[in-house]
């Protein structure tokens, strides 16, 4: 009854992503991947929330207060963090619990950070082992990243979006039952079942800082070390899940440049946004999302003359696309045509 009742609820672009991927799926059954799919698209569809930016604003400011090096890190492809972690779906994506916008925790940068430089970098110092037969950690690792015993010398923070775009995906594993750790090997008839799921692309604040009591002479050198093991880190080996895929790969902006760059405004309106996510598609997928896009602006509460000016946009877009000729049948085109009266 309830499920039944979910599926003439509608989404609106500014709906909180986590609660909708946790409670609004309209069928749980296992082999229903319709389900699945439409909820994972949906979620997609999603921004963050108006308040989210007052929300990061002051997150800055308080890192600033405690004096913490503030990077920007862009990403270089799609990203997924927590893929494993508990969720309606067999998949999952690591969302803030207030504001819904996907987030990287400080303990994956830290964790990415320790791993990279166990396994990449030269030295004694840089070692560890975690087998609990041979733990053993060498002296840089204990400084930065600390022990059961003692603190490290960095505090890592969480990284938050400055701006994002979530994207459905999908996985095909053709080997399920091999993979499930069943006594079954993989086979060339095994069939590809598509597993959906979320991603996301866009620039994050990342934050370095040095722990209570530890003074700027004794943490600098560290602090350095830290932000270029991370820049590495995220460039070659990527951060988050399949990253052997080719997700997670992230640039780090110089301090620098960043400060002479112009903070981006983040659009503060409905139809402002909907235009931002517009521009975010990619010539070859504008034909299959942009109908979406159409209709979710035909349907948004927002002044007439806004909603002009943006469908306008639109269709000089896919008109130079070549988009338009022929489809004077379709209801996207139709609701486009009125939106520009």
Do not use: C
């Amino acid at each position: 009854m309830r499920r039944n009742d979910l599926k003439s609820l509608n989404k609106q672009p500014t709906t909180h992503a986590g609660l909708w991927l946790d409670k609004y799926i309209t069928s749980t059954a296992k082999e229903d991947s319709e389900a699945k799919r439409t909820l994972v698209a949906q979620v997609a569809g999603t921004v963050a929330p108006k308040d989210y930016e007052g929300y990061r604003n002051r997150y800055r400011q308080a890192l600033e207060h405690l004096e913490a090096e503030i990077r920007e890190v862009e990403t270089l492809g799609r990203l997924v963090v927590g893929l494993g972690g508990e969720s309606v779906l067999e998949t999952h994506l690591t969302l803030h619990r207030t504001y819904g916008v996907p987030y990287i925790p400080g303990s994956a940068i830290k964790g990415l950070l320790s791993r990279f430089a166990a396994t990449r970098l030269e030295g004694a110092a840089w070692a560890r082992d975690l087998d609990p037969k041979n733990f053993h950690r060498g002296e840089a690792q204990k400084a930065l990243f600390g022990t059961t015993e003692e603190a490290g010398l960095l505090v890592f923070f969480d990284a938050v979006p400055i701006v994002y775009q979530l994207h459905p995906d999908v996985m095909t594993p053709h080997h399920s039952d091999y993979y499930s750790g069943e006594n079954v090997p993989p086979a060339d008839w095994d069939s590809p079942i598509p597993v959906p799921f979320l991603s996301v692309t866009g620039k994050f604040l990342f934050a370095l800082g040095l722990a209570s009591g530890v003074s700027k002479e004794e943490g600098k050198p560290w602090l350095e070390a830290a932000w270029k093991i991370l820049e590495l880190a995220l460039r070659e080996e990527g951060i988050g899940a399949k990253t052997t895929s080719g997700y997670g790969r992230m640039r780090l902006e110089e301090p620098k440049a960043q400060a002479q760059a112009a903070a981006p405004s983040a659009p503060t309106s409905p139809v402002d946004l909907l235009l931002q996510r517009f521009g975010q598609i990619k010539d070859k997928d504008l034909a299959p999302q942009a109908p979406a896009l159409i209709v979710e602006l035909y349907n948004l509460e927002a002044s007439v003359e806004e909603k002009q000016s943006a469908a306008k946009q639109i269709w000089k877009r896919l008109e130079s696309a070549k988009l338009l000729k022929g489809k004077e049948e379709k209801n996207w085109y139709q609701k486009l045509m009125e939106l520009m009266g």
